[in-house]
C-alpha cells in the first residue's frame, strides 16, 4: 500500500510537472504570436506612411483644381473635357451652381500671368504715372519688398502706393476695411504699414458685403484720420466721405492662358459674347480683349459710375444684340444680377479658382411673379416703415425723401427705422408695420423677401405699389447706376444731384 501511495504522488508529480512545462510553453507561444503581431502593424504603418509621403510628393506642385475637377465629373459624361451642355433655371432665390456642368482642364504645365495692360485699358496712363510719382525709397526698399513677398504674390494689395499716399497725407491713425474673404490678410498688411508707413492702424471687423458698406463715419469716430477700403470699387467718391480714404480694388492674377482655352472651346468662333466680372478681375478682362477679339465680337459693357466690365448684386447694364455672357468670378451673387437685367441671354460663369466653367439659370419669371404679389399685398397697406440701412453707407437721405414725398401724396402714414442689419425677427417686434421698404440693398428683398411676414419691398418696389412708376418688364438692376438709373429710387439718379453743402474734413480730436 506505501508503495502505491508513493507511486501515485510520483505519477501526480510528473504530471504536474508536465501541466507546468506545457504552461510555459503556451505563454511562451502567446508572448512570440504577440511579438510578431507588434512586429507586423509596426511594418504596416510604416508602409502607410511612406506610401503617403510619396503621394504627397508627387502631388504637391499639382494644382488642386485638378482634385476639384475630377470631384464634378461624377455624375458626367466621364470625359475631362465636355461640350456646353444646357442647365436647367433653379429656385430664383437659391445661389448655388447649377448641377450641370462644363468641365476644362487646362494642359500642363499651367501658369499664372500677370494682366498686361493694352491700349484699350482706362489705367493704364493713370498707373503709368503713378509708378513715376512714388519716390524709389519706397519702391526699391528691401526691407518693405522682403515684407510684401510674405504676402501671395498673385494678390496686388498695392503696398508700395498706400505707403506713399499715406506719408504725403502726414496720416496717423488708418482705419483698415475688409470684406471677409480678405481678413486673413488683414494683420500682415497692418503690421507693414505700421512699421514702414510709421502710423498707427485699426482693423474694421464688421461685416463688408461691398463698396456700399465703406464705413468712414465709424472710421471717424474712432478717431481715424485716414481710410483704406480693400477688395470694391469706388462707389463712394472719395470727395464725399468725411475722412481721407483710399480704395485698393486687390486685382487679382489668374491663369489667363486657361480662361482663354475654356472660352475658344466652349464658343464657334464669331460668337458675340459679352465679359463681365467683379472688381478683382476687371484688368483681366481687358487684358484678354484683345486675343478674344480675334476669334469673336466682344463687348465689356458698363454701368455708370462701374468700371467697365464690372457689376454688383444690384447694379448691372443691359446688354442687346449678345449671344452669351460669360462672368469671369467665384460665385453667384454678381452674376445673378446681369441674368436678371439680361434674362434673354445664356449665361456662363467661368470660376478662376476651381477652373470650372458651367452654364448658369436663373427663374426671372418666377422672380418676378413673386414681386408682383408682394407688391399688390403691399398696395393696400396703410403704415409704412421705412428702413434707413446704416452699414456704413448703404442707406441714401434722397432716396429715403423721395420716398417720404411718395408715401405723403398718397395719404399714408410712415415710419422711419434705421437698422445696420435686416433680420424677419426684429422687424416682427413691430407689429403695427404693415409693410416694410428697405433702402439697404435691393436683393435682400428679391433673395430673400419671402421669409419676412410682411412685404418687405425695395424703394422701386414701393413706387410701383404707389402707382408712382409703372411695373418694368425687365426688372431694373440700376440701384446705384448714375447714366442708367431709370428712376429716383437709385442713390446716383439725377433727381438727388441738387447742390448740397460739402462737410469740411477736419482731423478728430485727439483720443
Known amino acids: 500500500v506505501l508503495v502505491l501511495l508513493v507511486l501515485v504522488l510520483l505519477v501526480l508529480l510528473v504530471l504536474l510537472v508536465v501541466l507546468v512545462v506545457l504552461v510555459v510553453l503556451v505563454v511562451l507561444v502567446v508572448l512570440v504570436v504577440l511579438v510578431v503581431l507588434v512586429v507586423v502593424v509596426v511594418l504596416f504603418l510604416f508602409l502607410v506612411l511612406v506610401v503617403v509621403v510619396a503621394v504627397v510628393f508627387v502631388f504637391r506642385d499639382h494644382d488642386i483644381s485638378e482634385l476639384l475637377i475630377l470631384q464634378k465629373m461624377e455624375g458626367s459624361c466621364g470625359s475631362c473635357v465636355c461640350d456646353p451642355v444646357a442647365t436647367s433655371s433653379i429656385n430664383f432665390s437659391q445661389t448655388n451652381q447649377s448641377q450641370d456642368t462644363i468641365v476644362i482642364r487646362a494642359e500642363s504645365p499651367k501658369k499664372v500671368v500677370r494682366p498686361k495692360a493694352n491700349h484699350k485699358s482706362v489705367n493704364k496712363g493713370r498707373r503709368t504715372t503713378l509708378q513715376q510719382q512714388i519716390p524709389d525709397d519706397i519702391l526699391h526698399n528691401d526691407d518693405l519688398n522682403r515684407a510684401i513677398a510674405q504676402l501671395p504674390n498673385n494678390y496686388n494689395f498695392e503696398i508700395h502706393k498706400t505707403i506713399w499716399r499715406l506719408r504725403e497725407k ?16 488683414a494683420c500682415p498688411i497692418s503690421d507693414i504699414l505700421q512699421r514702414f508707413a510709421k502710423v498707427e492702424t485699426m482693423i474694421m471687423g464688421d461685416v463688408t458685403y461691398g463698396a456700399c458698406c465703406v464705413d468712414d463715419y465709424s472710421a471717424r469716430a474712432l478717431g481715424a484720420d485716414f481710410l483704406i477700403h480693400y477688395g470694391h470699387s469706388c462707389l463712394i467718391p472719395t470727395t464725399k466721405t468725411m475722412i481721407e480714404m483710399l480704395y485698393i480694388f486687390v486685382d487679382i492674377q489668374i491663369d489667363i492662358k486657361h480662361f482663354l482655352e475654356t472660352v475658344r472651346l466652349n464658343f464657334e468662333k464669331g460668337t458675340k459674347l459679352a465679359l463681365v466680372s467683379t472688381i478683382q478681375f476687371v484688368a483681366t478682362l481687358q487684358a484678354v480683349r484683345d486675343e478674344l477679339e480675334k476669334d469673336y465680337d466682344i463687348l465689356i459693357p458698363r454701368s455708370h459710375p462701374l468700371s467697365p466690365g464690372e457689376i454688383l448684386g444690384c447694379t448691372s447694364p443691359r446688354v442687346s444684340d449678345r449671344d452669351a455672357i460669360v462672368y469671369l468670378g467665384d460665385g453667384r451673387f454678381h452674376l445673378e444680377s446681369i441674368m436678371i437685367a439680361n434674362s434673354a441671354v445664356a449665361a456662363y460663369r467661368y470660376d478662376p479658382y476651381a477652373k470650372v466653367f458651367s452654364q448658369e439659370g436663373y427663374d426671372v419669371d418666377r422672380m418676378k411673379a413673386t414681386r408682383k404679389l408682394v407688391i399688390d399685398k403691399a398696395s393696400q397697406a396703410r403704415r409704412f416703415g421705412l428702413i434707413l440701412g446704416t452699414l456704413g453707407r448703404q442707406g441714401s437721405v434722397g432716396v429715403l425723401d423721395n420716398l417720404k414725398a411718395q408715401l405723403e401724396k398718397a395719404n399714408k402714414e410712415w415710419v422711419v427705422v434705421m437698422l445696420s ?67 429716383p429710387w437709385t442713390p446716383n439718379n439725377t ?15 485727439a483720443a
Open 170 to 185: 502726414n496720416a496717423t491713425r488708418v482705419a483698415l476695411q475688409f470684406p471677409d474673404g480678405l481678413l486673413i490678410f
Open 421 to 487: 442689419e435686416i433680420f424677419p425677427a426684429k422687424l416682427q417686434l413691430m407689429d403695427d408695420v404693415d409693410a416694410w421698404v428697405q433702402i439697404a440693398c435691393p436683393r435682400l428683398s428679391i433673395d430673400w423677401g419671402t421669409a419676412f411676414s410682411k412685404p418687405l419691398l425695395t424703394p422701386y418696389e414701393l413706387s410701383v405699389a404707389l402707382s408712382t412708376v409703372s411695373w418694368q418688364e425687365v426688372y431694373p438692376m440700376d440701384f446705384y447706376a448714375s447714366k442708367d438709373s431709370l428712376g
Open 495 to 509: 433727381a438727388h444731384k441738387a447742390p448740397r453743402k460739402s462737410t469740411p474734413r477736419t482731423k478728430p480730436a
